[in-house]
Nanobody, 126 residues
Framework: VQLQASGGGTVQTGGSLRLSCAASGRSSSGNAMAWFRQAPGKEREFAAAIDWTGERTYYPGAVRGRFTISRDNAKDTVFLQMDSLKPEDTAVYFC????????????????????WGQGTLVTVSS
């Protein structure tokens, strides 16, 4: 599975961005999908995850209520809608895919994921 992330850019505090992650090579429709982010000088951290059905989503406290992960299995694409952005959201955002074989397993640890995209930079100016 190859993952291509897009949609990053620069936005002012309070603004919104929508990231996309398109899968190719092999269908990821049965996979758990996630977004992670890495700010300059910091460790990579979990940002959002979704099960293969799209019905179960998971967020850390720092983004809950502001970020929304969704997926379109027909297009093999996962999205991350980011609203009310803050300067501390500035980071490179990576999408990841986990072979979960249509199960309800959705890890939130990055080392559990099998495939990674190249990252897209999000900059939130104050």
């Amino acid at each position: 599975v190859q993952l291509q992330a897009s949609g990053g850019g620069t936005v002012q505090t309070g603004g919104s961005l929508r990231l996309s992650c398109a899968a190719s090579g092999r269908s990821s429709s049965g996979n758990a999908m996630a977004w992670f982010r890495q700010a300059p000088g910091k460790e990579r951290e979990f940002a959002a995850a979704i099960d293969w059905t799209g019905e179960r989503t998971y967020y850390p406290g720092a983004v809950r209520g502001r970020f929304t992960i969704s997926r379109d299995n027909a297009k093999d694409t996962v999205f991350l809608q980011m609203d009310s952005l803050k300067p501390e959201d500035t980071a490179v955002y990576f999408c990841a895919s986990k072979n979960s074989y249509y199960s309800d397993y959705v890890p939130i640890r990055g080392d559990a994921y099998d495939y990674w995209g190249q990252g897209t930079l999000v900059t939130v100016s104050s």
